[in-house]
């Protein structure tokens, strides 16, 4: 059962049950307190657990566990030299969506008896989290030339991963690619983008998420993209779309897409081709969704 939080706190406390084997003697019972920040946490949302292990002098460490299984590896108490009481933190991205039972597990020393925490319980659910056009940073704000794009990767034509450059101007073609905008820019798997090696075709890829509990028939996601050379495909979590066409490099061509989505994380590619010379890619992605 959850302790009530101060007024302001971003932490849920569970209790400990000390436990101790029999004939231990003079072994102090401590008591393990574990706070979680923040409460309910969403999935990929950095979470911290805290272990407060209160006794003689406790040393040692603790095993941070999701049900049955350990969150990591046992982390060593930190504390100051003949004190009563000691700290253990870890932190994970790591939670999947759905339901955990948070405890965690003093081992014990000399002078102290072994203690676990009462549980703390939750679901974690999926947060909707927009998708990035090409070219921007984590921010959101246009990245200069030959910058790597954080939010796509791309393959070439044999799968073999790249680098997602970002670009103004094709090499030799100054001024042919549709002007960078605020908003977007063409990235390349090339720094001076030149397919010398005739490698593609190239794929685009990006991913983002639709919370636990949307719409998904009410979803949609309206794709603007340029590409050099021609647009062959876009494929939407495993499906290849229907209605794609060509496009071009000077000029956005729009299409709406009304699914297959799916709660959580949601994988959109884009196939260009090209067969040397330069190559590039450009996308603005805006989803709506409740």
Do not use: E, I, R
């Given at each position: 059962m959850r302790r009530s939080k101060p007024r302001g706190s971003a932490t849920a406390r569970a209790e400990s049950e000390a436990n101790s084997a029999p004939g231990e003697g003079p072994k102090r019972h401590p008591t393990t307190l574990l706070d979680l920040t923040p409460l309910s946490p969403k999935v990929g949302e950095e979470v911290t657990l805290t272990a407060t292990v209160a006794g003689r002098t406790p040393t040692g460490s603790v095993q941070f566990k999701d049900g049955a299984t350990n969150l990591g590896a046992p982390v060593a108490?930190?504390?100051g030299a003949g004190a009563t009481s000691a700290t253990a933190s870890f932190k994970t991205?790591?939670?999947a969506a759905g339901a955990h039972v948070l405890s965690a597990v003093y081992a014990g020393d000399?002078?102290?008896a072994t203690s676990t925490s009462k549980t703390i319980s939750f679901t974690s659910t999926f947060v909707t989290t927009l998708p990035f056009n090409t070219g921007l940073d984590s921010a959101r704000v246009m990245l200069v030339d030959r910058a790597v794009d954080p939010h796509w990767t791309?393959?070439?034509g044999a799968g073999k991963a790249l680098t997602a450059y970002v670009q103004t101007d094709a090499k030799g073609y100054i001024g042919y690619w549709l002007a960078p905008s605020a908003t977007s820019k063409f990235i390349s798997p090339f720094m001076d983008t030149d397919d010398t090696a005739a490698e593609g075709p190239?794929?685009?890829t990006t991913k983002f998420t639709v919370r636990t509990g949307a719409d998904l028939a009410a979803t949609t996601l309206?794709?603007?993209y340029a590409s050099d050379n021609a647009l062959d495909s876009i494929n939407l979590n495993g499906t290849t779309l229907?209605?794609?066409s060509a496009g071009s490099y000077g000029s956005f061509t729009t299409l709406p897409i009304t699914g297959p989505f799916v709660e959580g994380t949601n994988t959109i590619s884009f196939v260009s081709s090209n067969s040397g010379g330069p190559t590039g890619f450009r996308a603005e992605l805006t989803l709506t969704t409740n």
């Open positions: 108490l930190t504390a991205t790591a939670l000399a002078d102290d791309v393959k070439n190239f794929t685009y309206s794709v603007s229907l209605g794609v």
